[in-house]
Nanobody
Framework: QVQLVESGGGLVQPGGSLRLSCAASGNIVSIYNMGWHRQAPGKQRELVASITKGGSTNYADSVKGRFTISGDNAKNTVYLQMDSLKPEDTAVYYC?????????WGQGTQVTVSS
């Protein structure tokens, strides 16, 4: 079992920045990939960014150049630095951890971009 706890969401003005954190616990050695997804009201959950255990990253086209995913192995934490935020980035952001026995999800954190 893997437990994931997100933090760092909130309200920010357009053009602003936020950093989300996802702390993993439990059977963390089984995790080979972690990422962030988001779900806006009335829309499907979509991938935002992911990072492998080896450090390879992947981003949705809509966030390339604005968001950065990184990991701190010593803290078992993955971060999502979000810059130049736009109103369309408003969503609940979910952290995921992938193991060979399945995908685990955090509880989600709300990000609202509004003036």
């Amino acid at each position: 079992q893997v437990q994931l706890v997100e933090s760092g969401g909130g309200l920010v003005q357009p053009g602003g920045s936020l950093r989300l954190s996802c702390a993993a616990s439990g059977n963390i050695v089984s995790i080979y990939n972690m990422g962030w997804h988001r779900q806006a009201p009335g829309k499907q959950r979509e991938l935002v960014a992911s990072i492998t255990k080896g450090g390879s990253t992947n981003y949705a086209d809509s966030v390339k150049g604005r968001f950065t995913i990184s990991g701190d192995n010593a803290k078992n934490t993955v971060y999502l630095q979000m810059d130049s935020l736009k109103p369309e980035d408003t969503a609940v952001y979910y952290c995921n951890g992938d193991t060979y026995s399945g995908r685990y999800w955090g509880q989600g954190t709300q990000v609202t971009v509004s003036s």
